[in-house]
């Protein structure tokens, strides 16, 4: 940091405080919630830092403005916020950041309209991301991190605040997103639950009337609750709708809806073009497994992915059927599980024919294969009016 004198530390401070005092006085969002943004690196903020970090007395000049006493909670904490995140220090800074956030909150309930709704949603956001980088801090100093849960807590008591009848509902739904954020982070995905009550039976909310851009982001997160908890027909509706709704220019934003997505409609059979899928054999589905089993679990797709091994060995028996149907019209429904043992065998895929057995008996519980076993004879005996039934939208697990 350049050399920076008391007077110009001086003016900067009182530079800032005017600045919130009109932003409030003229009741304008926008300048207000770049005055809060702390993460943002925005060098207006940077050099108000320093200029605290310079100028230790602060707190006086708060007192001596006369517009700004009644926000002295809001600022006192909020520059301690900002000295601390200067210095790289996230756990003090949080723990202002969170006060400030605290007094901010009380100051929003008595404002009539939705005026600072922008600021409102900066705050939702710091708070988050101070919350992620303190627990970072925490964590590499051996201690246990807890910020992130806290700030889950302070959300829910905007969401609070949001949640009732007036202009300020509209502002829910980004505090619900910024809550799904904290939770999924957490891993306590269960208290999504009370939130999604709230916002989709609540007769306060019209989902319709929400920005476009929460709606987007509430549908992938809710979509892939359903992708938890196996519900795919609403998954693929949820994550169709963020796709169909999502900025096009958002590339980034696009592929994480498709990570989910995509497995999504292959497990209630929506597939690709017939030219994709002739490529597509068990060998390579297991080795992809094998090879990014820690990235699809990290992601939650995991389990999504593997049942669609249960469509590859369909895939694999349709083929083989296709193949005797050429040879032998007349017996190509009676399937003898030992030419599927030579098959997987093929593929380098060791199996005996009590494996066999069991994957086409599963096949033939999931309605993904018609016919009976003659086990005698070894044989599956298909229907011979559509043998391998299409999902139509419907999970494999139906």
């Known amino acids: 940091m350049a050399y920076l004198s008391m007077g110009e530390a001086h003016r900067r401070i009182n530079d800032y405080l005017n600045r919130f005092s009109d932003a409030v006085s003229t009741q304008d969002g926008a300048s207000l919630k ?84 922008q600021a409102l949603y900066v705050i939702a956001y710091e708070i988050r991301v101070l919350a992620e980088r303190a627990d970072k801090e925490l964590a590499s100093n051996g201690k246990s991190p807890e910020k992130l849960k806290g700030a889950g807590s302070f959300l829910m008591k905007v969401f609070g605040v949001l949640a ?82 999502c900025n096009p220019q958002s590339e980034a934003n696009i592929r994480m809806i498709l990570k989910y997505l995509i497995p999504v409609k292959l497990s209630i059979g929506i597939l690709p073009n017939d030219w994709l899928l002739e490529k597509g054999d ?58 599927i043992v030579k098959a997987l065998k093929w593929l380098e895929i060791s199996m005996d024919l009590d494996e066999v057995e069991c994957i086409v008996a599963i096949l033939i519980y999931k309605n993904l294969v018609k016919g009976y076993f003659a086990h005698k004879s070894k044989v599956v005996v298909l229907s011979k009016q559509d043998p391998f039934p299409k999902l139509n939208g419907k999970p494999v697990n139906s």
């Open 164 to 245: 009732g009848k007036g202009p300020k509902r509209v502002g829910a739904l980004y505090v619900t997103c910024q809550l799904f954020k904290v939770y999924f982070k957490l891993g306590t995905v269960h208290l999504c639950r009370s939130v999604i009550r709230s916002i989709e039976t609540a007769r306060i909310f019209d989902f319709e009337e929400f920005p476009k851009r929460d709606k987007v982001t509430y549908m992938y997160y809710t979509g892939r609750l359903e992708v938890f908890n196996e519900n795919f027909p609403a998954a693929d509706h949820k994550l169709s709708y963020a796709l169909r709704h």
């Open 282 to 339: 068990l060998r390579l589905l297991r080795h992809a497994l094998e090879e990014h089993e820690d990235r699809f679990l990290r992601s939650g797709v995991y389990l999504v992915l593997e049942k669609l091994e249960l469509q590859v060995y369909q895939r694999l028996i349709k083929k083989i059927y296709i193949i005797q149907k050429q040879k032998d019209p007349i017996k190509a429904h009676q399937l003898k599980l030992e030419v």
């Open 34 to 117: 770049q005055l809060l943004s702390l993460s943002s690196n925005n060098p207006a903020i940077l050099s108000l830092a320093d200029a605290l970090n310079v100028f230790q007395d602060a707190n006086r000049l708060i007192k001596q403005s006369d517009n700004d006493t009644q926000f002295g909670e809001i600022l006192v904490h909020l520059f301690r916020a900002f000295q601390s995140y200067r210095v790289g220090s996230f756990i003090d800074s949080y723990q202002a950041f969170e006060k400030s956030a605290n007094a901010f909150i009380q100051e929003f309930r008595n404002w009539d309209t939705a005026w600072a709704l």
